[in-house]
């Protein structure tokens, strides 16, 4: 079982940025290919990126050159770094583990989510 807590949403400006943590339980976190995802009212979960144990990365396009990806196995902490938001980021953002390989689309464990709200 691995327990997943995000952290780091809140009220940002148009073109500003935030870095969301997502941090493990698991005692083999480095293990796990880990993904961020994210859900707007109204709107199916959204895949943004994930990261391999090595460090490889995945990005939707829609976030590809603003938002960076990264782990710290020490840590058993991910992270994903936000920047040049816009109000079309506003949304629940998951953290997400998988057992399955860095480009799966099957998830293991999900954390609870964290509101990331962008104003214009």
């Known amino acids: 079982q691995v327990q997943l807590v995000e952290s780091g949403g809140g009220l940002v400006q148009a073109g500003g940025s935030l870095r969301l943590s997502c941090a493990a339980s698991?005692?083999?976190?480095?293990?796990?290919?880990m993904g961020w995802f994210r859900q707007a009212p109204g709107k199916e979960r959204e895949f943004i990126a994930s990261?391999?144990?090595?460090?490889?990365?995945y990005y939707s396009d829609s976030v590809k050159g603003r938002f960076t990806i990264s782990r710290d196995n020490a840590k058993n902490t991910v992270y994903l770094q936000m920047n040049s938001l816009e109000p079309e980021d506003t949304a629940v953002y998951y953290c997400?583990?998988?057992?399955?390989?860095?480009?799966?689309?099957?998830?293991?464990?999900w954390g609870q989510g964290t509101q990331v709200t962008v104003s214009s």
């Open positions: 997400a583990a998988t057992l399955y390989g860095v480009r799966s689309s099957t998830y293991n464990y």
């Open positions: 698991a005692r083999t976190f480095s293990s796990y290919a």
């Open positions: 990261i391999s144990w090595s460090g490889d990365t």
